[in-house]
């Protein structure tokens, strides 16, 4: 069976990009910004994305491409062409190890985006505009208490994925990838210029 490549650079770039930005630079990113020096906190994470991360990347990359299999079966493969005696060993850390992280992460965002669909059908049919601001954290505090509610658009979000997935390569993940990342990076302009005109934001700039 002949396996699927991304059609244009473009498209895998994007998708990189889709797995690796999410709402902790949104919520997150700029809170720990704040609470550990402003640019200082900017220029170590930088350094880290380069020295550490950045390397991480391509190694990964270059292991998909080498192997052109899943991340077990890849790092057997791998441990065979190198030599290592024991390659199942090298198997199981680098490769089941890997998948076991990544189930541990997936848990995290299926709660996450259970939240992020709740808003927003919560936003489309009108209803988050009539809660009162200082309301906010006690509906989020509801929402959280709700299991019944996370479950049933966590299971929401979990088939869309799955449609995405079985869709493909070309015309499942990088299809959409090339539609939803453009409109994400939209959205963070638009929150960028809306946080400037927010009041203190000028305390903020040059906290900065």
């Not at 380069?50 to 899943?70: D, H, Q, W, Y």
């Not at 057997?76 to 062409?81: R, S, W």
Request: proline residues 2%.
């Amino acid at each position: 069976m002949k396996k699927e490549k991304f059609s244009t650079s473009w498209g895998f770039i994007l998708t990189a990009a889709g797995s690796a930005i999410g709402l902790g630079n949104i919520w997150r990113f700029p809170y720990l910004c704040g609470q550990y020096g402003g640019m200082s906190f900017i220029l170590l994470y930088l350094l880290i994305l380069f020295l550490i991360c950045n390397p991480l990347m391509v190694s990964e990359i270059a292991i998909g491409r080498t192997a052109k299999s899943n991340c077990v079966d890849a790092f057997k493969l791998i441990g065979e062409q190198i030599g290592i005696k024991y390659p199942q060993l090298w198997s199981f850390f680098g490769g089941w190890c890997a998948a076991f992280g990544v189930t541990v992460c997936l848990s995290f965002y299926f709660l996450v985006a259970s939240w992020v669909l709740y808003y927003f059908l919560e936003a489309v049919s009108g209803k988050l505009m009539l809660i009162n601001q200082n309301n906010l954290a006690d509906e989020f505090g509801q929402l959280t208490q709700s299991f019944s509610i996370q479950l049933s658009c966590g299971f929401i979000f979990l088939f869309i994925t799955t449609l995405i997935v079985i869709a493909g390569v070309k015309k499942g993940i990088e299809r959409v990838s090339t539609y939803l990342m453009p409109i994400l990076f939209f959205i963070f302009i638009l929150l960028c210029a809306r946080s400037l005109t927010l009041e203190g934001a000028s305390k903020g700039v040059d906290f900065c």
